[in-house]
């Protein structure tokens, strides 16, 4: 799946860019021109990279909320629950891993849509880290089964230093 998004973070700052996501494990936040920051998973691990500051972190894959979007194989009944919602036609999903709660807790909106992958379409998220600093992200313009290749989950390291003659 390719998407829009916009990205709103807990003191109203929003930023964009452009979603991709694909199964098994991988996912890219292409923010737009200017914002020097890139969120990838390969299927292994989450990194967030900060060009500004040449910075790079790293999570194993299953350490983060967005684990329930990249591990399709896995069981996530003992920690995700569906919530009702004012509208027949809206899914909210709630995650939340008491036994990790370090891994903060993510709220994910689907709408029943049967163009979608199972009649559901992922409309955004609200994401709530383990210090209670919430993050909003909102799809547009959802595109599914479209080719993505693997090169898109490849990003190069700030942290290397290229040399000049």
Not at 62 to 84: E, H, T
Not at 130 to 149: D, E
């Amino acid at each position: 799946m390719t998407a829009d998004f916009t990205q709103e973070d807990r003191n109203g700052r929003v930023l964009s860019g452009v979603l991709t996501l694909k199964q098994p494990g991988k996912i890219r936040f292409q923010y737009e021109k200017g914002v020097p920051q890139l969120i990838v998973a390969d299927g292994k691990s989450l990194y967030f990279i900060d060009y500004q500051v040449r910075q790079v972190q790293r999570w194993p894959t299953g350490n983060s909320p967005l684990r329930v979007l990249l591990d399709p194989g896995q069981d996530i009944s003992s920690y995700a629950k569906v919530k009702p919602t004012a509208d027949p036609r809206v899914v909210s999903v709630e995650v939340h891993d008491s036994k990790h709660p370090e891994y903060g807790r993510i709220t994910l909106v689907f709408q029943k849509d049967s163009a979608a992958p199972a009649g559901l379409k992922l409309q955004g998220w609200v994401a709530l880290d383990a210090q209670n600093n919430r993050t909003t992200i909102r799809l547009s313009n959802q595109r599914f089964n479209g080719p993505v290749a693997d090169s898109a989950f490849r990003w190069s390291d700030p942290r290397i230093q290229v040399r000049t003659h």
